[in-house]
């Protein structure tokens, strides 16, 4: 009998606990259907594809647009300098002469040959003419009038170099020689410059480089005029770069007549609106995560769609998607964060 009692008694206590784990399921199937259906509210837009426009800044230094050194064609002892640092000196004019004492002799006598050569030469085509001279001596004649003639133009050639003159219009800043000195050929003689023009080299990064040509209208600045602004153009682009991936860009400007730019000076150009074709553009606030594991949240018919997406360019608040979104896509731009994959969401305005 008491056997009989103890087993009920033991059934009664298992069929007590099934009864609890049974009730505590339902209960949790109950909580689970609850967060399942649990409502997320989300702030959206479209995705659209718009046209790309870049701003950037660079540093750099202007030089001239001309910038040459005068180099001696002849050699000598300079008898007279005719210029000094700092002097404005136009095309032509002559800034140093060396003694032409030989030079001149020299002249003279090819000239004279030249002369007479070139009348020898007509009297016997004359002659010719009239079949009064030979085939032979008219040939000789006219080899020596080109001989005499080579030789004057190289003798004029010489003198003329005595004069060294400046090839371009602009200011002395450097003189390389005095009144006495010996000078060799190649010799060098001054520096000029010419800084009606400038140009402002910068180095910029392969990846911003590639957004310019040759072209591009530019803004340049420089401190020493706070406020002013200078209007340029790009004018050359490097097809190399150097060892940190940076390539050589020059921006071509008119200097400033009462604001007048130095060569050697710093400056810094601004491009605005420079076009970058077209892209999917988000702001960066849809973004989940870092922009090298970047996702994002899409609405489809009313659950959350987790996309892996690639970005490109920061434009602002905005970033430049590569891949993973396509243009009329919903996309989640407030309360991704409490989201996760199939989530019920509800749009609000």
């Known amino acids: 009998m008491k056997k009989i009692k103890y087993f009920g008694a033991v059934v009664i206590v298992l069929v007590g606990i099934v009864a609890i784990l049974i009730s505590n399921k339902s209960r949790m199937e109950a909580k689970s259907k609850v967060e399942t259906n649990l409502v997320h509210y989300v702030s959206v837009i479209k995705a659209d594809v718009s046209e790309l426009k870049s701003n950037m800044s660079f540093v ?3 030089t001239a647009s001309k910038d040459i050194m005068v180099l001696a064609e002849t050699q000598g002892r300079v008898i007279k300098v005719n210029m000094a640092v700092g002097e404005y000196k136009s ?3 002559i800034l140093a002469e060396v003694d032409d004492e ?6 003279k006598t090819a000239e004279a040959n030249y002369e007479k050569s070139k009348k020898d030469y007509e009297r016997f085509q004359k002659l010719f003419e009239q079949n009064s001279t030979t085939e032979t001596q008219m040939e000789n004649a006219r080899f020596a009038y080109v001989n005499a003639e080579s030789q004057y133009i190289v003798a004029r050639k010489q003198l003329a170099d005595t004069k060294i003159t400046t090839p371009i219009s602009g200011t002395v800043t450097m003189k390389n020689i005095e009144v006495g000195t010996m000078l060799q050929n190649n010799g060098l003689v001054a520096n000029i410059i010419d800084i009606s023009g400038l140009k402002l080299k910068v180095n910029i990064a392969e990846k911003d480089v590639v957004k310019l040509k040759k072209g591009d ?4 600045y420089s401190d020493v005029y706070p406020g002013v602004e200078f209007t340029g153009a790009v004018e050359s682009i490097s097809e190399k770069g150097d060892e940190s991936h940076t390539y050589p860009v020059e921006i071509k400007i008119a200097n400033n007549s009462s604001k007048r730019l130095k060569a050697g000076m710093f400056g810094r150009v601004s491009f605005s609106n420079i076009g970058m074709g077209e892209a999917i553009v988000i702001p960066r606030s849809a973004v989940v995560g870092s922009l090298r594991n970047a996702f994002v949240y899409v609405i489809e ?7 892996n997406i690639v970005t490109g360019d920061d434009i602002g608040t905005s970033v430049a998607v590569v891949s993973g979104l396509t243009r009329g896509e919903t996309v989640v731009t407030a ?3 409490t989201l996760e994959e199939n989530a019920v969401a509800e749009i609000i305005k």
């Not at 030989?102 to 002249?107: D, N």
């Open 91 to 93: 095309a032509g004019s």
């Open 217 to 220: 209208k530019a803004k340049v």
């Open 60 to 62: 750099g230094t202007f």
């Open 301 to 307: 018919n009313g659950v959350a769609k987790k996309r």
């Open 102 to 107: 030989l030079k001149k002799a020299a002249f």
């Open 335 to 337: 309360g991704q964060n």
